[in-house]
């Protein structure tokens, strides 16, 4: 082998082992989409609490009770007047109910979303054209789905 | 109808708050008919307008299934 040859040939070798030595050049990762934002804490749950539940048949402008009883005639119109503290969102519901020998009869529900920024005062009615039928009935007040308190009254 | 069951199906109810209320729009609404439930007033319709200015850009078109803001009567 001349000198020439040789050359040649430590040549090709450096050649192929550098190309062995090359490290493949990894394609460019696409741009990683910048991560989420952390989603911000849910707000704490409603903090409002029925505080009081007053029965009556008249309201005024404050929306509590100004004739205060638990006992109606046919053709009152009854109301529940609900005191609240806190702030929030709050489902109040009224269930009203009639009960007769231990039977509970729905007489009608009701609801409302309120959004309270401090103590507020909600009310519920309920009226019946032809006269309530005599007997004993029930309101419970519920907060979402907990019961925040009942109240019964007659109707004679 | 037994005569131990009374009949509550003509039962009217209603409620109101001092606080702002949250009113979910259904079929049929309009801020007149909400406002007459609502306030018993047909006419006070823009207060109910201006409390949801910011998803309300024309008084006569409200969706089903919106949320609006009733102010306090």
């Known amino acids: 082998m001349n000198r020439k040859h040789t050359l040649a040939v430590l040549a090709a070798l450096t050649l192929v082992l550098s190309a062995c030595g090359k490290k493949e050049e990894a394609p460019k990762p696409e741009a990683a989409p910048a991560p989420a934002p952390a989603p911000a804490p849910a707000p704490a749950p409603a903090g409002v609490a029925v505080s009081t539940i007053s029965l009556g048949s008249a309201i005024g402008a404050d929306k509590k009770v100004t004739q205060a009883g638990d006992a109606f005639s046919k053709k009152d119109t009854i109301y529940a007047s609900v005191d609240t503290t806190g702030t929030g969102t709050a489902i109040l519901k009224a269930k009203w109910t009639y009960r007769k020998n231990g039977q509970e009869t729905l007489v009608k529900e009701e609801t409302q979303t309120i959004v309270p920024t401090g103590p507020a005062t909600s009310e519920f009615h309920i009226s019946k054209p032809d006269g309530w039928p005599a007997g004993d009935y029930q309101v419970e007040i519920f907060v979402g789905d907990k019961s925040a308190g009942t109240k019964t009254f007659a109707v004679k | ?73």
């Open chain 2, 1 to 73: 109808m037994s005569e131990d069951t009374p009949d509550f199906s003509n039962v009217e109810s209603g409620s109101s708050s001092t606080a702002t209320k949250i009113y979910e729009v259904v079929s049929g609404d309009s801020l007149s008919k909400i406002a007459k439930r609502e306030y018993g007033n047909a006419n006070e319709w823009k207060r109910i307008y201006e409390a949801n200015r910011d998803i309300l850009k024309d008084p006569d078109k409200i969706y089903p299934g919106q949320k609006l803001k009733i102010p306090p009567a």
